[in-house]
């Protein structure tokens, strides 16, 4: 399905059912509070687990230990009824839809025509408001085109929803749903519902404004405002008495008031994330997509949740926070909106008590981050391969508080949160190396890094170089926070150091190169253009267990960690990473395209740069991987995006020394410009081809 | 909780509670066809689980691809009023239950007392018939103690069972019971149910003998009879029609008859398999209990059905067949009843298919036979490091093969069954080594021993031996089945020599040394008695992941290697293994104490010998695992048990070039007597201290 990528919207006239998926994937629409996919308050549901609805961090348990993200009720359910007959019934046309990016709104329109002849236009918008985050609003105007007669629109709140739990293997598709919900408590306007297990609540409101039933003339038009307030059990108070509340005041504004402070919130979010390119405009807008929806997806004001791998839009991999939200996409927020990667990091922060009891559980010391969580610290990745060796997710949240520091140069942050991250993080470390003592050497053995393919390794070059770094932010920090600090012994500083000096690192000095692991090089080598000849994951074409076995990479691994280190590696080093692991790459995962296009712009290799760009940018909009319909939006792509734009061809960096800019702009984009946050002050940059890049910092939000 | 164990029975007089998990397993009775917990018919059920009884090979879908054995209908279901009280309720005394293994019979009786203190004796007879497979018979007595009443014995066949599906997960307990069944069909005397999902039907019926009720004087006994027949999809014909047809004849002929032909057919069976050993009847107890339960547990006539884990006693693994059948327990049936031998490689040879048909979806050539099997051969293993990398279990077949041909002769099963499975495996095994072009080796990645910690590891030794074992075999094969066999091209031929000879083995010729793998010397060295105190698995206190890092084995690996192949290693060889690996073993897993008897014995180490002997052959009778109870028997126990009695302490080993005894008896048993089948023909055996082995052929079965 073609999309429209207009500068400040995306639209379809696309309405067909085939579609429908895709399009619900990409007109979701979110407010970091609450997310909803962008299906059509008035089409009847197939089942009760697609027309799906999230709230940030509201998980409930579907097995001892695991949770999934629940399905909430879903507040948009309405009838329409023209002459008594379901529009939804009736066959259409002129379907349009129109994300407004700008705002966040999401317009929908089209004739239904009966089979008298009948037509009557309909149009539905609707927001989750920016502003206050527990309300969203829907507009039903329906017209009646060609004939007089009764228009009737029902609404209220579905609770018959249920959940439809995903497994950890990529390749088994789930077909067992799940309630997770006990009986809803009714009210006129309202209901309040609890999960079976955990008790957890929700309460949602509705007010309508306008007339229910209405007899129209020719071309007379019925409007009909849903005002919605949804409070849960993660919101201090009583849920009901707050969404009630909140429900009566929304109301009192109206749908163009509260339309009006809506567009006000985006607008103040716009002004310090917005990337300006003298360029094409469905590149503009493919950019402007990929900010919107990291703007969409995060908790902005919650330090209790973080952002799932397909943020509100999906329940995929069970809303679970992975690497992806510290990795991919932090860098978005640190320099946009350094409040929400403060939060960010907040959640990481109040989950470190189960990241200390985590690792026990692994027999280990310190706190072990889980490669999936949710509303807690625990392990939700239920294999061993994956859940208990992929543990780089650990030191990739290390970084990420470090990286916090370095570009906001929050102390106070450091001295509450951070130092005691790396502490007990670095705690976790030096129990799961393993000494050598015939080599006085430390292997890091049974690991998986980005790269999953590759079985279980040994000694990951991505996943030992990343925790030598996190031993360093705990040794720099107890140097900060002098003895005593959580009762650490110049024992254990000296064994963080010995472990971060000894650890086993294969490079070949002769050509420059780095070895991803001890098992990379004994894999059968083959020529990936030979077996993938499109963009979709070669595990559904090559068994999952065979691919371990090729010379072949998932993803960016030893080229991600040199994005993570732009600074600790030499160009030809670099060079000799490109040269070796590109061409062995599959981009089986949606972290892919993007990290190999910030390294090729880093490297100057234009073309491959643009390709890879291209690709991570229109990920979802094009749907390139063939999975958007039934995944959601990969949030992580959309992260990786905006750092290949800005860190690769924009080339900004921001360290202890300050932010410096030394572009790479293609051809095809003619400038640019975008404001980041450097040590809390706000900067704007431009750019332009053949001139040095501007940075005026001290300007005004 | 004590068992007296007499030379031909075992007994308890403790009906506690507290024990009841642990009898049922003990005292679980079997005849291959079906078996049955020995539970209490004329208990009340705590819930549809517990009171299991499987049916060889019936196993049905819980989700896509993966298979339950299937919790069949109760049949023994009674309830028994003393003056209209349920005795099952009632305090009891003088409770004794007796396993009588000369005929399989279980006896069980004791004194309910109710509170006017009238006293009721009960005893119930039953055995599964092992000359009439379909055929079950319960005796109820009910003895009017002290008091003048009525007795009322209520039977008849319990439909409402579940299922109580188990993970892969060892540390992962299972809560959620699952219904398989659909809605009986009931008519008088019996029923017919079907699984929903693929309408697998079973058909039971039950005659009763005897009045249901009686009044009985002070001592007077009321006997009832219950007959019962099941035949299921599995069993050619109708078994609606069969099952009426085998219960109207099996009462006409009566309980007593039934027992009677009952005690025939074990005899014949005791008559090849016996081992009488001139020790403590303990011992000799414990080791006929390992030899009738390896009797009870085979599916006799049945090619289509193989054993699994616990067999018919407990659904613990989903019932499935691992490498135990063929490594743990063959032996015992090859040397025995080759013609269950012959029908446990049957089931192998009639998976073939579905093992073709694995190998390409692992994306592999050849056969590949699935870690955990059912009634298909498609893997009902679901994680990656095991399921995908524990792949010896395919040349553990081949060898199986092998092993039956060498000692049985049969030609026409090489020609028509064996040279087919040898060379299909070899195919596998061609696509699953990867080739090292820099040293010109081929390397085995990515896989996972016996020892099932140390991770996922590369080369190890057992795999990589096994697997040059069976190509071997292959190559052989070709050699006598000639050209064009199977359309195997000499270039096949080349490379399964090629892999078999370039395959890496790491062999320490200074230490005599066989590694284990290319990692097991980087795991971190302990003392296992610093951690483990007791004989439970030390997974339950360690975590699993932490265990894989520490350089110790679960169970038997290299040693296992040496056991299967005792002849290709030289003393020295065995001796270094032991010394190595031994003192790190955990022993873990239930099929490591057996292992390390066998090996002991040959090594002419006592004290390990009889420690890890005992251990063995009294693993289930003496809970020492203290996983009896809710696992049920351990069937591969039973068979290395057998194995080390028999090849260890009585040194017997058959090949092409005949039988041979070389003994190493230890001081606790002065003698032996035993046959065994060689070439078609039956041997007997005996050994005494001090004199050479006497092996009579030729004798009368």
């Given at each position: 399905m073609e999309l429209k990528i207009k500068p400040w919207r995306i639209e379809t006239t696309d309405g067909s059912l085939e579609t429908k998926d895709f399009r619900e994937s990409i007109f979701c629409q979110a407010n970091g509070y609450m997310g909803m996919r962008g299906y059509a308050p008035e089409d009847r549901k197939v089942n009760n687990y697609s027309r799906a609805a999230f709230l940030a961090g509201f998980y409930e348990y579907i097995r001892p230990g695991i949770t999934d993200m629940v399905n909430q009720p879903d507040v948009s359910s309405t009838t329409l009824l023209a002459n008594g007959i379901d529009i939804s019934a009736l066959p259409k046309e002129g379907f349009k839809q129109v994300l407004n990016m700008r705002d966040g709104t999401l317009y929908r329109c089209y004739t239904a025509e009966d089979t008298q002849g009948r037509k009557t236009h309909v149009a539905v918008t609707r927001f989750l408001s920016m502003a206050r985050r527990h309300v969203a609003a829907f507009r039903f105007e329906v017209t009646s085109v060609n004939h007089a007669g009764t228009i009737t629109i029902e609404t209220g709140i579905d609770s018959a929803v249920e959940n439809l739990p995903i497994s950890d293997n990529q390749l088994n598709e789930n077909t067992e749903t799940s309630r997770l919900w006990g009986e809803p408590e009714v009210h006129t306007g309202g209901l309040y519902m609890e999960t079976v297990v955990s008790k957890r609540g929700v309460a949602a409101e509705y007010r309508v404004i306008g007339n229910k039933s209405a007899v129209l003339n020719h071309g007379e038009t019925a409007v009909l405002d849903k005002i919605v307030a949804i409070y849960s059990?993660?919101?201090?108070?009583?849920p009901r008495s707050m969404a009630i509340q909140a429900a009566d005041t929304a109301a009192t504004f109206g749908f163009d008031a509260l339309l009006a402070e809506n567009a006000e919130a985006w607008d103040a979010l716009w002004n310090t994330a917005d990337i300006e390119v003298d360029a094409d405009e469905a590149l503009q807008g493919a950019i402007r997509y990929n900010v919107f929806s990291l703007i969409q997806t995060a908790p902005h004001n919650d330090p209790h949740a973080s952002i799932g791998a397909r943020g509100l839009s999906h329940g995929r991999y069970k809303g679970c926070t992975f690497w992806d939200t510290e990795i991919f996409m932090l860098p978005f927020y640190l320099f946009t909106n350094p409040a929400t990667a403060k939060n960010l990091l907040l959640y990481r922060y109040h989950t470190m008590q189960d990241a200390i009891e985590s690792a026990s559980r692994f027999s280990l010391t310190g706190a072990r981050y889980s490669w999936m969580a949710s509303d807690t610290g625990f392990e939700q990745c239920e294999t061993w391969d994956t859940g208990c060796c992929e543990i780089h997710i650990t030191a990739d949240i290390a970084y990420a508080f470090g990286r916090y520091i370095e570009v906001t140069g929050d102390e106070d942050f450091f001295a509450q949160h951070a130092a005691e991250v790396y502490i007990q993080t670095a705690r976790y470390w030096a129990s799961r190396f393993t000494y050598d003592a015939a080599d006085d050497r430390y292997n890091l053995l049974f690991v998986k890094g980005p790269d999953e393919y590759c079985g279980v390794t040994n000694n990951n070059l991505y996943t030992v170089k990343m925790a030598a770094h996190n031993l360093q932010l705990a040794i720099s920090a107890m140097e900060r926070m002098g003895q005593g600090f959580l009762n650490v012994t110049d024992e254990e500083i000296n064994r963080w150091r010995e472990i971060a000096s000894k650890a086993v690192v294969r490079y070949d000095a002769d050509t420059c190169l780095y070895h991803q692991d001890d098992v990379f090089h004994l894999l059968e080598p083959i020529n990936p253009a030979d077996y993938k000849d499109d963009n979709t994951p070669l595990y559904h074409r090559i068994s999952f267990d065979r691919l371990q076995r090729y010379q072949v990479l998932k993803q960016a691994d030893v080229l991600m960690l040199m994005a993570l280190f732009p600074k600790n590696f030499t160009d030809a080093q670099k060079q000799a990473a490109w040269s070796h692991y590109e061409p062995k790459t599959l981009h089986d995962s949606t972290l892919s395209f993007g990290a190999h296009a910030l390294m090729a712009a880093t490297l100057g290799i234009a073309g491959k740069a643009e390709d890879y760009f291209y690709k991570s940018c229109f990920l979802d909009l094009k749907n390139v991987m063939a999975n958007t319909a039934h995944e959601g939006i990969h949030t992580a792509a959309l992260g990786i995006t905006w750092q290949a734009l800005i860190f690769g061809f924009a080339g900004l960096w921001a360290d202890g020394d300050g932010l410096h800019c030394d572009p790479k702009l293609p051809q095809w984009i003619r400038g640019m410009r975008f404001r980041v946050f450097h040590k809390g002050r706000p900067c704007q940059i431009r750019i332009k081809h053949g001139e040095e890049a501007q940075i005026n910092q001290h300007i005004g939000t």
């Open positions: 059990f993660r919101d201090e108070g009583d």
